[in-house]
Structures are given as C-alpha cells and as structure tokens.
C-alpha cells in the first residue's frame, strides 16, 4: 500500500470538527471508505491516580492535557501500513477506559482535534493541515448544549470551564495555531465549498 494521507483537522472545541471530519467521511462512503477518523480526544492522558475532583480541576485546553507522544508513535505506525490500538478516553470519569480500540491503516487517516496544529513537532506528519475558524461565541453555545447533551455537564460548569480555560488557552494555543494550516475554514462544518474542495484533493492522492 502507498504512503497514506494524514489530514489533520483543528480549530476550537465546539467549532465544528467533528461535523466536517463527519461529512467529509460520507463523501467517501459509497467508496468502500477509504478514509478512516482518529480523534486527538483518546489521546487525553489517563487519571486514575487523581480523584474525581481532582480531574475536575485539570486544564483540558492545554497541549499538555494530551499524550501526543503516542499519537506521534501511532502516526508513523499507520505510515508504515500498521494497526494501532488507540486509548479509549471516557469524558464522563475524565479518564481511559481499560479496553483500547483497533484502528487499521487506510489510504487517507483523517484526525482531528483541538491541539493538533499547537504542536510544532506534530506538524510534519500531516499532510495537509485545515483550520475550522469559527467566532468563539457560536464555539460556546454549541459546546454549551453538546457538553449538556452528551457530557453529563451543568450550564454552570460549562460556563465555569469556559471562562477558566476554554477561552484562555484558545488564545494562547488555538488561534496562534491557524496560522500554520493548509486550508482555513469558514462558516463551519457544513461549508460545502470547502468539503468539495478537500474530497476533489483526497480523490486526486487515491488516484
Ligand atoms: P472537543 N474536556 C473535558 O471537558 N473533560 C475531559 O476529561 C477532557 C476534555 C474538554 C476540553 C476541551 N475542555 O475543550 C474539549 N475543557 O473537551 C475538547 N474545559 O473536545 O474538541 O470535542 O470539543
Ligand atoms: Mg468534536
């Protein structure tokens, strides 16, 4: 198998990722998919030596948070036409659940996450490097109601975390971090433009 392409999607948390990584892979899903999706969150270290408040407390917004060490491992490894097994993290108990998961190597890897394009040393092993720049407000409101929904969160812990580390760090390691991207999106992930644009790229690199 030929080298695969690493795309790595980044931008603020609630800024649309995960729903343009999402409609970028259901362009390929009459294609027998080729493409396959690893999130940068699995790779939120483990805390079962913190207690629960203690887990709390931590700052999620820092490149810190995560182990890109073995996301660096497990990129080269799909490089080399080889499966990993990607930590399992748990929003809920802010830790790793003790099953890993299986990813199989694929022509096209799409990852995405918050501090992917934070980290110099991560960036040459992506391919092409997309930024989703949504104002932080509209961030906010959908992070407020996916973190209720599917997070087990308050409306006062949202805005809590927010204020003390969301939007601190996407100043100081986020927005800093658009600069280094292929592609800068706007108007979310729904931009159909820009998604037509980057399956034509992925399509020309399967040929
Ligand atoms: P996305 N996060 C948590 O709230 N708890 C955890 O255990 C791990 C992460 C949040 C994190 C970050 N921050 O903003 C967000 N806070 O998950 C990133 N505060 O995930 O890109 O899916 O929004
Ligand atoms: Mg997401």
Known sequence: MQQP?????SGASGSGKSLFTENLINAFSEQGRPVQILREDHYYRAQDHLAME??????????????H??????????????????????FKTHT???????????PVIILEGIMLLARPELLPL??????IDTPLDICLMRRM???????????????KQYEATVKPMYHQFIEPSRFTADVVVTQG??????????????QQALL
């Open 5 to 9: 392409l690493i795309i790595a999607i």
């Open 54 to 67: 203690e887990r709390e407390k931590n700052n999620y917004d820092h490149p810190n948070a995560f182990e």
């Open 69 to 90: 060490e073995l996301l660096k491992a497990h990129l080269r490894a799909l490089r080399n036409g080889e499966p990993i097994d990607y930590p399992n993290y748990c």
């Open 96 to 106: 790793r659940l003790p099953k890993t998961k299986r990813l199989q190597p694929a």
């Open 126 to 131: 992506y391919d092409v490097k997309i930024f």
């Open 145 to 159: 109601m996916r973190d209720i929904k599917e997070r087990g969160r308050s409306i006062e812990s949202v805005a």
């Open 189 to 202: 992930g729904k931009n159909q433009i820009a998604l037509d644009v980057i399956k034509s790229h992925i």
